[in-house]
Every structure is written in structure tokens, then in C-alpha cells.
């Protein structure tokens, strides 16, 4: 290797060393902080109506919906902020969001699957269906008997 080419190569090689490359500002840059702040604005505003279904339901399914919908939106915004914070780094845990998101919608789903097949009864089955209504096995027993 020849010494002229030592120092070019040591500098490419060193992502601390922000003095060796020198990037001017582009003109799309206001553009891109523009773009990059109504991202975050929608996206919170998503998370915030995701977040309003969660509490309001009717049903499980639309909560576990919910669920998924906002761990795709928060692996978003992870993506979003790295781009405006210039960050390799941030792309790592917008991974991770997702895979969490996705592996909770499983485990959900297989909740759910479950207990509609453990209802094969018709009166849990009508309880199930009523909303908010979360019947013990005493009041069960205490409503068939009337």
C-alpha cells in the first residue's frame, strides 16, 4: 500500500471523524425537515386515535387491531426521528418494535382463538358477545338457573 493512500482510507474508515468529509446543506433540506415534521404530527395523531380505539373497543379484536396498528406507527416514528436526527442507529429499535408488535398479535390471536373455542356454550357465547360484560362462573351458574 502506498503512504498516499494511508491517510484517505484511515479518514473513510473513521465515522467519528466528521472533519474528513464535510457535506454542504442541499436544497431539499428544509423540504426534508418539513416532510419530516408533519410525518411525526400524523403519526402522533395516529397513535393517539389507535391508542382511543384500544380504550374504546367494542370488542377485542378491534383492541388487539389497535395494538397492532400502533406498534407499526411507533416503528414509524422510530424511522422518522432517525431521519431527522441523522442516526443509523434508531433503523436497529424500529426492528425490534416490529418484531414485538408482530409477535404480540400472534400470541393475541391465539388468545382469542381460544376462548371462542372454549364458549361452546350459548350463554357464554351471548355473554362474550355483549361488550364490557365480564361474567364470573357464579353468575353464570346464578342467570342459567333462572
Same mark, same amino acid.
Given at each position: 500500500m502506498t503512504p498516499d493512500l494511508a491517510p484517505i482510507l484511515i479518514a473513510a474508515a473513521d465515522h467519528g471523524n466528521s472533519a474528513a468529509v464535510e457535506q454542504a446543506p442541499s436544497a431539499a433540506e428544509p423540504w426534508l425537515m418539513? *416532510? $419530516?415534521?408533519?410525518? %411525526?404530527?400524523?403519526l402522533v395523531l395516529s397513535i393517539l386515535l389507535c391508542l382511543w380505539r384500544m380504550i374504546r373497543g367494542p370488542h377485542l379484536a378491534d383492541r388487539v387491531l389497535a395494538g397492532d396498528t400502533m406498534a407499526m406507527l411507533v416503528a414509524g416514528l422510530v424511522i422518522v426521528l432517525a431521519?431527522?436526527?441523522?442516526? #443509523?442507529?434508531?433503523?436497529? #429499535? #424500529?426492528? %425490534? $418494535? *416490529? %418484531?414485538?408488535?408482530f +409477535?404480540?398479535? $400472534? +400470541?393475541? #390471536?391465539q388468545y382469542i382463538g381460544a376462548r371462542q373455542k372454549a364458549s361452546d356454550d350459548p350463554l357464554t357465547a351471548e355473554l362474550e358477545n355483549q361488550p364490557g360484560l365480564i361474567a364470573t362462573p357464579d353468575e353464570l351458574e346464578r342467570r342459567a338457573g333462572k
Open positions: 418539513l *416532510s $419530516v415534521q408533519v410525518g %411525526v404530527g400524523l431521519i431527522k436526527l441523522d442516526s #443509523a442507529l434508531f433503523y436497529d #429499535a #424500529a426492528i %425490534v $418494535v *416490529s %418484531v414485538l408488535g +409477535a404480540s398479535t $400472534v +400470541a393475541f #390471536a
